[in-house]
């Protein structure tokens, strides 16, 4: 099977303090300890030849022994004395880090929160430039009910099923949902539970601020140890190829669709007209977000859509040329915005 960046990284920040510790340890041994097949740990150790602080250059960098594993099977490892040193965050590592614990501070539960100030308070204490720069960086996440929050936690852990009474603002409507939770997240600005719904059976995001309700029950969730976690490096949505293929015409005013949303290719076009092809889950999405972009925007493809997009504009306008204008209402100081 192969092993995915995510699971090597931990696995090689592992490794080096391992191989330093026994010297010549035969590749079968570190294999097994490790959990791996040993032509895994040979592609681990080819990535590890290229390691380095940030900066390094060839010598510098840490030096596998290739020739006695490929000859005599045994790891031999030189060049890795800076690990011991004491770690120095640059100005960028050290932003990243406070930035990344105050999202964490905005979602956090009254339990976590002392921890996470007291890591935060230390790291602006001595990261010095980049403590600086971070208080130009606004953090803000989007608020849930905090009953809701603390009934998500206490269903993780304990591992309970939970009883959801969630909103779709795309049907308009409220849907009882009943789910194992896996783990909650931020992403986007937002606060995310991540679940199986045995509704969908399959794992579905929930955003927590559209659970109207939350209830713990006494259920045990079933295990999901093979259900994998969605990886969010990319975005919330992956497009798949079952998914609606639009294309859309955006004028100057509009661009900035293509840096928000995924998208899948681009063309300039005539008259400083940026060409897009973005796939879509959800119609009524594209439709909202089209209406929103007045003539800003312009949809292509698929034909069908782009006809009801035009018409639904039509109707709002007609809407307003109909709607009636009554008499003035009297002055009344108290509401004056002024």
């Known amino acids: ?73 045994v790891v031999h490892i030189d060049n890795a004395e800076f690990l011991p040193r004491p770690f120095r965050l640059t100005v960028p590592e050290a932003l990243s880090l406070i930035v990344a614990l105050r999202t964490l501070r905005e979602s956090a539960t009254q339990t976590e929160l002392p921890t996470i100030e007291s890591a935060l308070a230390k790291l602006e204490s001595t990261a010095g430039d980049g403590a600086a720069a971070s208080a130009a ?85 079933d295990t999901h140890d093979q259900v994998a976690r969605r990886d969010l490096s990319a975005g919330l949505f992956r497009p798949g190829p079952d998914h609606i293929e639009a294309v859309i015409d955006l004028d100057e005013g509009a661009r900035w669709i293509a840096e928000s949303y995924p998208i899948e290719g681009s063309e300039e076009r005539s008259g400083g007209r940026l060409r897009i092809r973005m796939r879509i889950a959800d119609p009524g999405w594209l439709r909202r977000l089209l209406l929103s972009l007045g003539g800003a925007a312009r949809l292509i493809a698929p034909e069908a859509m782009a006809g009801e997009v035009q018409r639904a504009a039509q109707d709002a306008l007609a809407g307003y040329e109909d709607a009636p204008i009554g008499p003035a209402a009297p002055y009344d100081r108290n509401n004056d915005p002024s």
């Open 137 to 221: 960086v606004q953090v803000h996440i989007e608020r849930a009910d905090p009953q809701v929050h603390d009934t998500i936690r206490e269903a993780l852990e304990k591992g309970r099923r939970l009883q959801l009474a969630y909103l779709v603002p795309a049907r308009d409507e409220q849907t009882d949902r009943m789910v194992d939770p896996l783990r909650l997240l931020t992403a986007e600005g937002r606060q995310y539970l991540e679940a199986w719904c045995h509704r969908a059976e399959d794992v579905r995001l929930f955003r927590l601020d559209r659970i109207a309700s939350a209830e713990v029950l006494t259920a045990a969730v």
């Open 1 to 73: 099977m192969t092993q995915s960046a995510r699971d090597q990284v931990p696995r090689m920040l592992a490794l080096v303090p391992y191989l330093r510790s026994r010297e010549g340890v035969p590749v079968e041994q570190v294999a097994k300890d490790f959990g791996v097949t040993t032509a895994q740990l040979v592609k681990d150790l080819n990535v590890l030849w290229f390691c380095g602080l940030p900066g390094a250059v060839t010598g510098e960098m840490i030096d596998v022994d290739m020739d006695a594993l490929e000859a005599d099977g």
